[in-house]
């Protein structure tokens, strides 16, 4: 179909979540059902190709596209989220498309689509505000998205203190907040050690535990340094 169009009428919006549905493969379903824990059907459509269609769709009225764009099913979400990070955005356009598309986020994925949402580096102070208020959020999947924010975009600027700051400062029992914690210390880890080794030391032994074998698991962590969070974590209770 022509992706370009679909934005003209309800008609080609169905026509397009038909062409969605017969993109689908059962194996990738199943693989991705195993990892992704959602309320949304999944159709099993690569990313890949996901981002080729909002590129398709951003020649057309990708505008028009979001405000029509429902949650029939996980692709039509992430599409959205390609959407949103090609567009050029005002920072107050920037954040309200982002509060809509978070709010639609049930599951660790969703969330971390925003590693693609590079607008965030026109306005980094601005939006560093709205990143404070995602962690104050009661609701999960801001947190984990404000710490994804973070860890891609402000670990490497003067942002770094402050990041830290609040990203210790969270103290949340849930599983994808303290994987996007962990995440984020192990990112840090690679420029900051000395202050990781500390957050590692203070932290409670679950997210202690987390962030050593996210550590250990990155192929940018030295053989010494995995032997010496070895060691630690056999001291961890």
């Keep these: 179909m022509e992706l370009e169009n679909i934005n003209c009428s309800k008609d ?10 017969s993109l689908g493969d059962e194996n990738k379903k199943i693989r991705s059902e195993k990892i992704i824990p959602t309320k949304y059907e999944i159709l099993g459509i690569t990313m890949g190709d996901l981002d080729r269609i909002s590129k398709k769709i951003c020649r057309g009225n990708p505008l028009e596209f979001l405000k029509m764009a429902d949650d029939s099913n996980y692709e039509t979400i ?3 989220g390609y959407v949103i990070s090609h567009l050029k955005l005002t920072a107050d356009e920037f954040e309200n ?12 994925s969703i969330c971390d689509m925003v590693i693609h949402f ?16 995602y962690l104050k959020s009661d609701n999960p999947w801001f947190q984990r998205t404000g710490l994804v924010f973070l860890l891609k975009f402000y670990i490497k600027t003067d942002f770094y203190s402050d990041s830290l700051n609040l990203a210790t400062k969270i103290n949340s ?3 994808y907040v303290e994987l996007g914690q962990a ?9 900051h050690q000395s202050d990781i080794y500390q957050v590692i030391a203070n932290s ?12 250990k698991s990155s192929s940018k962590t030295s053989p010494e340094e995995k032997l010496k969070l070895t060691k630690i974590r056999k001291n961890i209770k």
């Design 12 to 21: 080609t919006y169905q026509e397009f979540l038909h062409y969605l549905n």
């Design 78 to 80: 992430i599409i959205q």
């Design 97 to 108: 498309y982002c509060y809509k598309y978070i709010s639609k986020a049930d599951c660790w």
């Design 118 to 133: 590079k607008q965030i580096l026109n306005f980094p102070s601005q939006f560093f505000i709205t990143i404070k208020n």
């Design 173 to 175: 029992s849930h599983k």
């Design 183 to 191: 995440w984020f210390y192990s990112v840090a880890f690679q420029t």
């Design 204 to 215: 409670n032994p679950h997210l202690a535990k987390l962030t050593i074998s996210k550590i």
